[in-house]
Each structure stands twice: as structure tokens, then as C-alpha cells.
């Protein structure tokens, strides 16, 4: 059920909270950089006021020059479609809230999740043990025209065998998840290979970390390779096993598990958007990864989806 609360906020308050996100050093003339000597030029779009800078005669506002350049709608419209985006509210259902075109609110979605993507924390898990896994998601060409009706946009793709790829629209989602930090590193890849995944899972974890996989081949390249000690189970055939006591003390330490629950919050999440399209994917698992590691929304996450670079600076 729709609740449209956009009249219910305090517009003020909003605008407030997005100039503090936007321009954390203060609001400076976009052209000369000046933070003083500005005066209010017009008000007809209070309390989005439009500033004169006196040392260069520029006028602008606080959105100007930004990734909410050019847009017209309230504070209080904007700061909900920030919070659709980090709840992963469905855009149909965003659009109709707030009465406005689906397709330019998939648009400015679309850049916000791009600047998540691009600010993602890269840097390799610290933990001393982590588990490895691939999830297999159906993600075809949703938003495409196709004039051959034996091609449409919206293939699925359940009835394929083997591994998913990027060709065969179920693109490949390369997990890695820490034992004590609990946090995951996700990536959509092309193919679930052992160049892709040993490749993925290298820079994911430290040198000597203990990683374990499945029977995959596609991790053959985990172990020695990579500096890195590699523990599988085998969970194919009718003698499979999910959990293994390697070094006989009564803890089946050896698992996928942890990374197996994480699928499973990953596939809720993208479960209410009726399908992604494949070249989008990887923004929606970047903002699901987002979510996973910081569990609450702080000022660093929202100003990242405004393209304000995080002071922390990950690795790329």
C-alpha cells in the first residue's frame, strides 16, 4: 500500500540536511570558490533559495553544480528518494508516492546508485577466515525494446543448465564474507571461471587468509597461488556434505554458510524490482553490500549518493 508522506515533511528541515550533505565545507560560489559575500537573489522556490555571489556575480543555488543539478522538486521529495534507494524501495512505487515520471526518477536513481558503486569499499577483508561463493542471479535486458518477439527483454532464464554467465543473462555474483567481521564483498562478473573468481577472491581477502569454497573448479586457483589456504567442501552427489571437521575437534568449521545466508538477503532485496537489468545488476548489489556492512544510514553513505567522495578513501 502507497503512503505518500511528502506534504507531511518538514521541507526546512530537509533542505537543511541536504546542504549539509551537498557542500560539508559550507556553501561556496561554484565558480569562484568565494564562501563569502553571498546574498539571496530570489526566493520563489523557498527555502531552495537562489544566492548572487558578489565577487564574481554568479547565481546559483545549493543543488547547482551537483548530482541534484537542474531538479525541481522539494527537499522533502528529495530526501525520500534517498531513503527509496537505501531501503530499496521498488522505483514504481517511489514514482507514485511522489507523483512524478518513473522514468526521469529511474534516471536520477540510476546516477545515485552509480556514485554508491563508484565509492564502494574494495579494501580486502581483514579476517582471518572468510567463505567464497557465487550466486547465480536471472538479470536480462529489462528497459530494452526488442523488435524479434524470440528475443524479449525480459528472457528468463531458469530453464538454462550450467552456470549462469553475463551472455546468457544470469550473470554471476562473486561473494566473499569475513568469519568475525561479517562484512561481504560483492561483484557482478562475467563468468564464474577460475581467472574471474581467483582474480575476485585475491584482492577480497588478506595474504594467508583461510578461504573456503565449494567443490567449484573455479576456485582451483584460491590455494597455493595466492598465498592462501584453501578448505573446500562438496556439496554435489548423493553422499554431499555442507560442513566439515577438518582438524578433529568437534567444530565443522569448514563451511559456506555464512555466505550461503547472505544470498539469501541479497535475492530479498532484489526480489521487489521484478527483475534488474543485466547492466544495472551491479549497482543494485553495490547498494545491498552498502546496506549489509554499515547496517545504518550515516551522513558519509547519503552524501556518496549524492557524488560526494567518503572521507575515507577506498581502494579502487
Request: hydrophobic share 35%.
Amino acid at each position: 500500500m502507497d503512503f505518500p508522506i511528502s506534504d507531511l515533511m518538514d521541507q526546512d528541515a530537509c533542505y537543511a540536511k541536504l546542504v549539509a550533505l551537498l557542500h560539508p565545507g559550507g556553501l561556496a560560489c561554484p565558480a569562484c570558490q568565494a564562501p563569502d559575500r553571498l546574498r539571496v537573489h530570489r526566493r520563489h522556490r523557498a527555502p531552495v533559495l537562489d544566492h548572487r555571489c558578489l565577487h564574481c556575480g554568479r547565481v546559483f543555488n545549493a543543488f547547482t553544480g551537483t548530482a541534484l543539478a537542474g531538479t525541481h522538486r522539494r527537499p522533502a521529495e528529495v530526501m525520500l528518494i534517498l531513503r527509496g534507494c537505501a531501503q530499496g524501495v521498488p522505483t514504481a512505487q517511489l514514482a507514485r508516492e511522489l507523483g512524478c515520471d518513473r522514468k526521469h526518477l529511474l534516471e536520477l536513481r540510476r546516477r545515485m546508485q552509480g556514485n554508491a558503486e563508484r565509492w564502494l569499499d574494495r579494501n580486502p577483508l581483514g579476517d582471518r577466515v572468510v567463505e567464497a561463493d557465487e550466486m547465480y542471479q536471472n538479470a536480462g535486458e529489462k528497459g530494452r525494446e526488442h523488435d524479434d518477439p524470440d528475443d524479449p527483454p525480459r528472457r528468463r532464464a531458469n530453464g538454462r543448465r550450467g552456470h549462469g554467465t553475463f551472455g546468457n543473462d544470469r550473470p554471476p555474483v562473486a561473494g566473499v564474507v569475513g568469519r568475525d567481521s561479517g562484512e561481504v564483498r560483492l561483484e557482478v562478473v562475467d563468468s564464474s571461471g577460475s581467472a574471474e573468481l581467483g582474480e575476485f577472491v585475491g584482492r577480497s581477502c588478506l595474504s594467508g587468509a583461510t578461504v573456503n569454497t565449494d567443490e567449484w573448479c573455479g576456485y582451483s586457483r584460491v590455494g597455493g597461488r595466492h598465498d592462501r589456504i584453501h578448505a573446500t567442501v562438496d556439496r554435489s552427489g548423493p553422499r554431499s556434505t555442507y560442513a566439515i571437521d577438518a582438524d578433529g575437534d568437534g567444530v565443522r568449521e569448514v563451511h559456506c554458510n555464512t555466505m550461503e545466508g547472505t544470498w539469501t538477503g541479497l535475492r530479498n532485496y532484489l526480489r521487489p524490482f521484478r527483475g534488474v537489468s543485466k547492466w544495472c545488476e551491479s549497482q543494485y548489489v553495490a547498494m545491498f553490500q552498502w546496506g549489509h556492512n554499515i547496517k545504518a544510514v550515516t551522513d558519509e553513505f547519503l552524501g556518496g549518493l549524492l557524488g560526494i567522495r567518503p572521507h575515507t578513501v577506498f581502494a579502487s
